[in-house]
C-alpha cells in the first residue's frame, strides 16, 4: 500500500505551455551533471515544489530511458498510526527489491526527513545537543531505519542500482550516515521564483483549470508579480483554485476577484510567524520628529521599493544592515513597525535576549531558524531589538555563548548563508553600540548607523507633543496652546524629556482630567484635557534620563557618527540627532 507509481501524466501536464518556465537556469544545468552522481538531495522548503521536481525528473526518465518509477511517501509512512517497525522496514525492503528486478528505475524518498531525521534535532528541533529532551526510543528508531536504509542502498548490485531521489527541508535534517558513504549524492536547492516566473505559473495554472482560451485568462495577470513575494507553488496551486471556483461560471477571470484572493490567502511561508499585530497598527504618520532619520530609512529601505526596477540594474550590492542607536525611550523599537507596514513588508521581530539557550549550540539554532524564517517571510524586515544583549564583543562573555552567536551573525550577514535575491533587511536596535562587537558594524553588514536621540530643534518638539496627542479630546485653551507652541516655549523643562516621558505626559494629564471630570459631578461624556491638566502633568513628571547619563551617551555615540570628541575641537551636530515618538 506505501508504493506506487506517481502519476506521470499529471506531471507533464502541470508543466506551463513553455516548459521552460518552470525550470530555472541552475535546474537546468542540474539535469545535465545527473549521470555524474548516484543520486540527488533536493532540499527546500514546505510547498516549494520539492515532490514535483523529483516526480517531474522520474517522468522526463521514464520517457528517456525507460527507468521504472518507484515513489514512497515516508511522510505517510511515519504519520501512519498502523504501521509498526517491521513494517516500515519491510516497505523499504520492498522498494529496492522491485528496484533489483528491474533493469533500470528510479527511487523516490520523498520527506524522508519526516521518516528518518537527524538524531540530533529529535526532540528539540532547533540543531541543538538538547540530550536530556531526547526521546531515547525515537533516537534508537531513528539510527534503526538510517542503518537499514544505509545497507540496502549499498548492497545494490552496481549494474542494477537504481537511481535515488530524496526530498527533504534540508540536508542536515537528514542524519549523515543515512546515505551512505559509498555512494555519490549531489543536494540541489529549489530556488525562490522571482515576480515574473510566478505569474507566468499562476497564469497557466487558471488557464489549466478553466480550460478557456489563454489570452482571455492573461489580461488580469499583468503587473501581479509584486503582489505574490513570498508564495510558493503549493500557494499557488491554491490560488489558482480559489480563482477557478469563484469564475466557474465563466471563461473569464474577474480581475478583483483575483486581487481579494491574493490578499486574503495566507502563504505558507507566512504561517506559524508571530504577527505583530499591536507594532503593525502603528502607522508612518504617527511617528513624531526624526525628520533626518526617516529620511535615511526612506533612501535605504522605502526608494528601493518604489522604484524596483531602477534599483535591480544598479551593478552594486545594496546595504542591507541598518543599525539603530540612541537613548532609551527615544522610538527606536518605535519607528521599525511603522517602516514595515509602509513598505509592505512582513515584520519579524526579535527581542535579543529570546535567542539566548543553556543547551550547547542551541543559540545558534535559533539563530539560522531566525533568518530562515525572515527569508521564507520575504519581502520582509528582521528586527533585532537590544542587540547589545545578544552580540557582545566577543571575549566579554565566559561561557563563550555570545561568541558562538556572534560568529553565526557574521556569516549571515555577510550573506554566506543567505539567498541574495530574497528581499530581506535587518535592522538592529540598541541605546550602548560601543558594546556591539565591532565586526557587525563594518561596511557590507550593518553599515548604516542612524542616530534616533531626543529632539533638535523646535519644529520636532512641535510635531513630536503634536503626534503624541494620538486623538485625545482638548478644551480650546490646550488647543490654542498646542496650535501657537505656547506649550513648548512656556515649559522650558520639555528639553528634558524623551518622547516616551511626553507620551507619558499625556496619559497624566488625561487622568488629571477624569479627576477633575469627576469631581465637578461627571457632567457629559467627554472628557477634556485643559490647558491646567498639561502643565500639572509636565511640572509632576521627572524625566526618566538624568542628565548625567544623557551626557555620559551622547558622548558614547560621538564615534558612531563620525564626530570628534571634545579633544578634537568638535561638538555633536544636533541636524544629527533625531527622534521618533510614540
Known sequence: ATLELPPMELALN????????????????????????DGIVIQG????????????????????????????DCKRIQSSPDLRMQQILEALTSAFRIASEIERSVIILDDLDELIPNPLLIGGGDGSMQQSQTSPIAVDQSKLLSDHLRWLIETSSSSDRPFIIVTCIARSSLSSTTLGSKLTFDTVDVESWDPQRKEELLRAMVHQRKESDYGAVSCCF????????????????????????????????????????????????????????????????????????KKRLTAAILDPVRYRRIYERAPIRLPRGILLFGPPGCG???????????CGFTLVMCRGPELLDKYIGASEAKVRQ???????????????????????????????????????????????????????????????????????????RLEKHIYIGFPSCEEEWYDVVRKARSGRVVD?????????????????????????????????????????????????????????????????????????DRAMLVSIYQPFLGIKGSDGGKRLDPDKLKTALR
Not at 515544489?49 to 518509477?69: K, Y
Not at 474577474?254 to 497598527?281: F, H, W, Y
Request: with cysteine; hydrophobic share 40%; aromatic share 6%.
Open 332 to 342: 527606536k523599537s518605535f519607528i521599525v513597525p511603522a517602516i514595515a507596514k509602509k
Open 370 to 444: 531566525l533568518f530562515a524564517r525572515a527569508q521564507a517571510a520575504s519581502p520582509a524586515i528582521l528586527f533585532l531589538d537590544e542587540f547589545d544583549s545578544l552580540a557582545p564583543r566577543r571575549g566579554s562573555d565566559h561561557t563563550g555563548v555570545t561568541d558562538r552567536i556572534v560568529n553565526q551573525l557574521l556569516t549571515y550577514l555577510d550573506g554566506v548563508e543567505t539567498d541574495q535575491k530574497s528581499n530581506v533587511y535587518i535592522i538592529a536596535a540598541t541605546s550602548r553600540p560601543d558594546k556591539i562587537d565591532p565586526a557587525l558594524l563594518r561596511p557590507g
Open 222 to 293: 499583468d503587473g501581479l508579480g509584486a503582489l505574490l513575494e513570498g508564495y510558493r507553488p503549493r500557494d499557488l496551486e491554491t490560488l489558482a483554485a480559489r480563482i477557478a471556483q469563484s469564475s466557474q461560471n465563466t471563461t473569464e477571470v474577474d480581475c478583483q476577484e483575483l486581487k481579494k484572493s491574493i490578499k486574503t490567502l495566507v502563504p505558507l511561508s507566512r504561517q506559524g510567524i508571530e504577527s505583530e499585530e499591536l507594532s503593525l497598527a502603528v502607522t508612518w504618520a504617527d511617528i513624531g520628529g526624526l525628520f533626518g532619520a
Open 476 to 548: 480650546s485653551t490646550l488647543e490654542e496652546m498646542l496650535e501657537s507652541d505656547a506649550l513648548v516655549m512656556n515649559e522650558k523643562s520639555m528639553n528634558n524629556f524623551s518622547p516616551a516621558d511626553i507620551s507619558a505626559i499625556w496619559n497624566t494629564a488625561y487622568l488629571n482630567a477624569v479627576h477633575d471630570h469627576l469631581d465637578s459631578g461627571g457632567e457629559g461624556k467627554v472628557v477634556k484635557i485643559s490647558g491646567e491638566n498639561m502643565i500639572e502633568a509636565i511640572r509632576s513628571t521627572r524625566p526618566s534620563l538624568a542628565p548625567r
Open 14 to 37: 502541470f508543466l506551463p505551455p513553455t516548459p521552460d518556465a518552470s525550470l530555472s537556469s541552475s535546474t537546468a544545468a542540474w539535469w545535465k551533471t545527473l549521470r555524474l552522481c
Open 45 to 72: 522548503e514546505r510547498g516549494s515544489g520539492r515532490t514535483h521536481l523529483a516526480v517531474l525528473f522520474a517522468a522526463f526518465h521514464r520517457l528517456t530511458e525507460s527507468a521504472a518509477p518507484i515513489y514512497l
